[in-house]
């Protein structure tokens, strides 16, 4: 199930078209951003030929995440295929009221902490200890939101660390399977202003703590790629 071509990344994603269904999500574990919610529940299911991992949320909030070192200038592409039921309706990602998305897949970065302010430093100790988890120091969350454009590049509400990146915007699409391919060199730049850093883990989640509602997500599997029109280098 971790096979991948030598077009893809050194270091691969576990594919969940590798898995069986009702089984085991091998090489992925829970990641707990809010540790107070109900988790999500995600399961492996068979969609058409292949497998996929379903997700399902009830006012709830966890993610599956994998670590993984990838280095940005070899593979500076990011590839998924994802599915709604729907937007979270009342979903807002300018508040924290409203940080809730049908589908996010999260890239994180392994961004030096010492390049960081004092006081930003300090917020994150802070937040690592309220939540007691590690908190990245920088990220990119790909969202399928239910209002703004895609296109919108905008801190998180929680941390300014992390950047929601809307490439899926409201119910046109629902129903669908879609394929993303991103750029995460130029995303990176676009939301930091400055070069990547190698990646440190990736991750997806399907959450409705924050509104209350409920959100039905399917994710297939999540490749690295190198440059476009040319192999790694």
Known sequence: ????????????????????????????????????????????????????????????????????????????????????????????????????????????????????????????????????????TAALNYVWDNRQPVGTIAPNAYTDRARMVVVESGDARAGQWVTETRDLAADFRAAFGEEAPAIVAVALATDTDNTGETASAWYSDIEFLPPAGGPAR
């Open 1 to 136: 199930m971790f096979a991948m071509s030598a077009a893809h990344a050194d270091t691969p994603v576990p594919l969940f078209s590798g898995m069986a269904p009702g089984g085991t999500v091998a090489g992925w574990t829970v990641l707990k951003p809010a540790p107070k919610a109900e988790d999500t529940v995600y399961t492996l299911v068979r969609d058409g030929e292949t497998t996929v991992l379903r997700a399902q949320a009830r006012q709830s909030m966890s993610g599956l995440i994998h670590a993984v070192r990838v280095d940005v200038r070899q593979y500076p592409r990011i590839r998924w295929r994802w599915k709604i039921a729907a937007p979270v309706a009342s979903a807002d990602m300018r508040t924290k009221a409203g940080d809730d998305y049908a589908a996010r897949l999260y890239v994180m970065f392994d961004y030096p902490s010492e390049k960081l302010s004092f006081a930003t430093r300090a917020k994150l100790k802070l937040a690592e200890t309220l939540y007691g988890q590690k908190i990245p």
